[in-house]
């Protein structure tokens, strides 16, 4: 049997593996941009799923989930725009 590894090991790996500290998903062939797992977007995910319906998204369900998250994300940085510049005189 082959050598044995620790969940802390496991852990280490999965988290450089699968990297939480952006909310967007690494290249995959799925074609998925948001990365779900991220602290900040699984709750958004989970109440997405749980206003569907269902337990597990079909393609089409996370991609309306994604477009959701994209579109909030362009408001905050125009929100975020408006707010940086100086008022017109």
Do not use: C
Not at 28 to 48: A, C, S, T
């Amino acid at each position: 049997m082959g050598k044995k590894i620790s969940w802390e090991d496991v852990e280490r790996l999965n988290a450089k593996k699968y990297n939480n500290d952006t909310i967007f998903a690494p290249p995959n062939k799925y074609g998925y941009q948001i990365n779900i797992n991220h602290p900040k977007i699984r709750p958004l995910y989970e109440r997405y799923k749980r206003k569907v319906g269902e337990i597990i998204l079909s393609d089409r369900q996370r991609f309306e989930f994604e477009g959701i998250i994209i579109k909030m994300i362009e408001r905050g940085k125009n929100e975020q725009d408006n707010t940086h510049r100086t008022p017109d005189r």
